[in-house]
């Protein structure tokens, strides 16, 4: 997958950070003080469908040229997360104990075309 | 545009930077909650009661005090009160109730005493056992032990043979004399509280099937 920079408008992986702080949590999360969400941005058009991110090899190039000139019905794809990690958190539950905890997919690593 | 509507994902990147942000931070929030299965945030870590701070405080305030006492200072205690007795030594006097009196097996006897921060090296203490004499008032010595304190802490001693002996007696009663070396002063640990006061550990069988144990 690709980063959004530029002027890039194609499906890329867009950085955004949550701070607890900003956000009134710190005096219920212990660790960590924020967390790089991320998330998903950009267009899908047709040929760019089912290919993980923009990186793609000539093989998939020449595919996708041909499935633009196809001209198949022209509904675009979605640009959305392919590969995402856990969050780790360290955090006071509702009775004040200490619980340690991994959140499954919450870190957006790469984008990619449904 | 209506067409983005319907990727989940491509709303987000439409709208403007604030709303955007607002919308991402509400967003991540939301996820958090609903996969740490709670409703709401948590109200946060509350503070202790204030009159369990003042109960801690005052117990801190007070080993401070004690700890500023000369290091060897004996406070009476319950479990072994002390006897008038020699500069040099120290009696301890453990009683046995009536129900381990009662019982006729003594399977062990332990006897744990706690030292004090001794002086520098090792100190050699004598430890031992009296019985009362069976001729006269005086206490005649069961056995003697010589022991080397390296360092504070617990050590113990196996007192079996003359517990099972006090069995014998009206009033089953263990003395114990501790001999340290002139400039030491006391042995045992100035400590206001029970748990570092010699003790004796006896595992005793009674006639009926059940054990007996006793501290």
Sequence with gaps: GIDCGGDSRMCCRQEFFVDFKEIGWEDWIIQPDGYHMNYCAGLCPLHMAGVPGLAASFHTAVLNRIKAASAAAAVDSCCVPTQRRPLSLLYYDRDSNIVKTDIPDMIVDSCGCT | ?215
């Design chain 2, 1 to 215: 545009a209506a067409k983005d509507a319907w990727c989940p994902a491509c709303g987000v990147a439409a709208l403007a930077p604030g709303p955007q942000r607002d919308a991402l931070l509400a967003l991540a929030k939301q996820s958090i909650l609903a996969k740490l299965r709670l409703p709401a945030r948590p109200s946060g870590p509350q503070p202790p009661a204030r009159g369990a701070l003042l109960t801690a405080l005052r117990r801190m305030r007070a080993q401070r005090s004690d700890a500023a006492a000369p290091p060897g200072m004996l406070r009476d205690g319950r479990v072994a009160s002390r006897r008038s007795s020699t500069p040099r030594s120290v009696h301890l006097h453990f009683r046995f109730s009536q129900e381990v009196a009662g019982s006729t097996e003594i399977l062990q006897a332990t006897l744990y005493l706690f030292w004090a921060a001794p002086g520098p090296g090792a100190q050699p203490v004598t430890v031992r056992l009296l019985q009362p004499d069976p001729a006269g008032p005086n206490m005649t010595v069961a056995s003697e032990t010589r022991l080397e304190v390296q360092r504070p802490g617990w050590t113990t001693l196996d007192v079996r043979a003359a517990v099972r002996s006090l069995f014998g007696q009206d009033i089953p009663r263990l003395t114990v004399e501790l001999e340290v070396p002139e400039d030491w002063g006391s042995p045992l640990l100035s400590d206001h509280s029970d748990s570092h006061w010699p003790f004796v550990v006896t595992q005793a069988r009674a006639r009926t099937p059940h054990r007996v144990h006793r501290r």
